[in-house]
Every structure is written in C-alpha cells, then in structure tokens.
C-alpha cells in the first residue's frame, strides 16, 4: 500500500492544494493514487523560483528499489538497457528495464553507491520491477528489495540548487555538491540525517534529486527552508544569496514539458517500446552485451520505423494570448486527439493521428502552449502541421488550434 507523504500535515497547515497521481483505482496492480501537492502559491510564482533561483519538490509518486550483494552490478548489467560495467561509485545512470517483448516495465534511474546501487522509478512501477526482476536471480550474490515507504524522494531545481544544499549540509561522499556535474553523486549530512543528491537536470535548470530516511523528511525539508529564509534576509546588492520556495507539481510539470523531459506512466508508459519513447539512446546503449529485450530493440533499431513515436508539438500562439504559466487559455489537455492539418474537406469524419500526452503553456517561450504527444510514425517529421482540440475549461466547446512537429523534444534550454 502506498502511503501519504511525511509532508502531508505540514502541507495541509500550508494550505496547499493537492492532487491524485496514478492509475485509475482498480488497475492491474491494485494500488491506491498518491496524494501529490500541486500548488501551494500562484503557478507563476513557484515557475520563477524554479528558474531564477531554487524550487524545493516533494515527489511522493516516486518508488525506490534498492540492490545490494557483490554480484550487483553485473546482474544489473546483464538486465538493463544501459552500459554499466565499469561504472563508478557516486554515478547515475538512466536505463529501462523491459520484458521478454521488449516492452517497458520501468524507467529507472540507476544511482551507484559503493555498497547498493539504488533505483528511482515510478511508484507504480516499483512492485512489478522488483517481482521481475527478482525472478532473475538464480545464483546470483544479489538482492533486491522495495524500499519505497523507508525512503523518500525531495528535489531542489534551479541555478541555485548546488549553493542551497552545500550551504546547510557537510559532504560525506562523492562529489562535493558545488561543483556537482550531470550524472555525479553526492552524499551530504544535513543536521545529523543522511542524503544522497544525484544531478539530473529535468527542467532545463540545475536538478539535485534527493533521497532520504522517510524519517528524515520532515526535518531537512524544514531546515533547508528555514534556513533559506534566514539566508535571505537582510542581503542587498548585485549577488545576494540564493533563496528557496516549496514548489508544487504543477510548477514543476510546466518546466519539464519546456525542457523536453517526458516521463514514464504520463507520456509513455508498460505498452512502449524504447524507440518510441523519444528518449531511446538517453536509455539504451548499442554496444553491450546481452539484456532482456534486447533482440527487439536491436531489430526496431536496424529498421528504423517504430509504429509511433513521442514528439514535441508547438502551437500557433493566439492574439493577445497570456504570457503567464497560469494561463488557461485553450490549451492541449492529456488525451487530446491529434488530427491532420488540414482537416479533411469532404465532410468525411478526421481520423485521429495521435494522442496528447502533456500540455502546458511554456512562459520561456511567451505563453505560447506546448505538448507531448504519441503520434503514428509517418507523420513525426518535423514540420508536420498537425490540429489539436484545446478547451479554457471542462464545459467549453473545443477550439481546433494547429501545431507543428518539433525537431526534438525541448523547447527551451538554458545551454
């Protein structure tokens, strides 16, 4: 059973709004959806903290599997889509684990301690992952075990990140956090409780993904914003110090649609294949040895045409449309059709190309919405104009807004 975040009563006190993730109750796996804060101030303003200085989430929906024994690496190796022999202590990897045809039962992110490796993934996918691939060790030195509600995953995203954390921890292990890079791993002590910080930059901006003691939660989320705040008071000048906002899923999900970063159970989930992800060679090396699924992978890549793919769609922007990440004004909803542009003139029916997985409307960009989506493969070229139904809000007839297929994924980045 999955359980509320440690958060939950702090939140509450804060007023924050929440909302459901996961699958619909009932589903294969018969959990319940998780509780996940939304917002807790203006979208917008939880947006610009992410960007100008540093955010502080709380990802409840997030699982943990933890491996240990001295046969861990080389099991892990032979299982999953990623090179990782020969890795190094204090880095992260980011891999799918698939079954036997070559579908995704989990996108994980692999973070190699000197004594366990741990992996990030999808809360609703931990379960099936650990069951999986526990029926894989034979006689392998190797143990794998759900930690999901003994430990717990924050994240500080922003071009302040790194100063925020090494300015209230001590550096235990691997890298120091200043000058942590994409991929490293860092194990910090904040007021006595141990967190491991590995880089992944999701939203375009500085990520420093943090796991801790589910324990531990409530204390270093109230030290790091407390001390935050008392970091900021008083500093006038060019180069004050970074502060620190809590910041909700919403804020959050805007940033990482603009950055090009989908996500497994919203934008592709257990029925895709690795090519169709648009994240295929982020996750999947070409030149190791054998995995599971790997044949399927190897076939789909000399062919080159998967039945479909994740694009990025970006849309025409309408007159006077709002700038603001809070607008609502119409965009894609999760679920949203894809049709042809133009729509056919004989009055036939249009018969839909795809599906809207995630849509936001993208400040960086001046408002203009943008979107994930899962699109038949002969029409993912880009240039590709394609017609979306959007709506302001659930009782309003839709408008047909056009788009056009992106080069790739990211709309945005800071590089």
């Known amino acids: 059973m999955t359980a509320p975040t440690p958060l939950h009563p702090l939140f509450d006190h804060a007023e924050a709004r929440w909302e459901r993730y996961g699958p619909p109750p009932g589903g294969a796996d018969h959990l319940p959806q998780v509780d996940v804060a939304a917002l807790f101030d203006f979208v917008d303003i939880e947006y610009a ?15 943990t599997l933890v491996f240990t024994g001295g046969d861990r690496m080389a099991f892990l190796n032979r299982m999953v889509t990623q090179e990782l022999k020969g890795a190094a202590p204090f880095t992260a990897h980011r891999a799918f684990w698939l079954n036997r045809k070559g579908r995704i039962d989990a996108d994980l992110r692999l973070i190699v301690l000197d004594d366990r490796v ?37 994240a500080l995203h922003g071009p302040g990140a790194p100063a925020i954390l090494s300015s209230f921890s001590s550096h235990v ?45 409530v204390p270093v989320f109230q030290t790091l914003l407390q001390a935050a705040h008392q970091n900021a008071q008083g500093h006038t000048g060019v180069n004050p110090r970074p502060r620190l906002r809590p910041i909700g899923w919403h804020a959050y999900n805007v940033a990482r649609v603009e950055a090009g970063t989908p996500l497994y159970m919203l934008d592709f989930g257990p029925d895709a294949l690795p090519a169709e992800t648009g994240v295929l ?47 609502v004004s119409p965009l894609p909803a999760a679920g949203a059709p ?34 994930f989506a899962m699109v038949k493969q002969k029409h993912t070229a ?19 807004r056009p788009a056009t297929v992106q080069s790739t994924l990211a709309f945005w980045s800071r590089r």
């Not at 997985?357 to 960009?365: N, Q, R």
């Open 118 to 154: 741990i992996a990030d993934v999808d809360l609703f996918a931990a379960d099936r992952a650990r069951r999986t691939l526990d029926a894989y060790i034979i006689a392998d030195d190797v143990a794998v075990a759900d930690a999901s509600q003994s430990l717990h995953r924050l």
């Open 338 to 371: 894809v049709f042809l542009d133009p729509l056919p003139a004989d009055g036939k029916a249009a018969e839909a190309v795809g599906t809207v997985a995630s849509g936001t409307s993208s400040p960086m960009l001046g408002g203009v919405p943008v979107a």
């Open 382 to 400: 880009p240039g590709t104009r394609v017609l979306v139904p959007c709506v302001d809000h659930p009782d309003a007839q839709p408008l047909m």
């Open 49 to 63: 903290a992410l960007r100008k200085t540093c955010a502080l989430l709380d990802q409840p929906h997030r699982g």
């Open 281 to 327: 060679h982020d996750r999947v090396s070409f030149k190791k040895g054998c995995y599971l699924g790997q044949e399927i992978v190897a076939r789909m890549n000399a062919l080159g045409r998967p039945k479909q793919g994740v694009v990025g769609l970006k849309f025409e922007r309408s007159e006077g449309a709002d700038t603001s990440p809070a607008s």
């Open 173 to 217: 292990a691997g890298s120091p956090v200043a000058g942590i890079e994409p991929g490293g791993v860092s194990v910090v002590d904040v007021e006595g409780h141990r967190v491991i910080a590995d880089r992944w930059d999701s939203t375009g901006d500085i990520g420093l993904e943090l796991t801790l003691a589910a324990e531990a939660v």
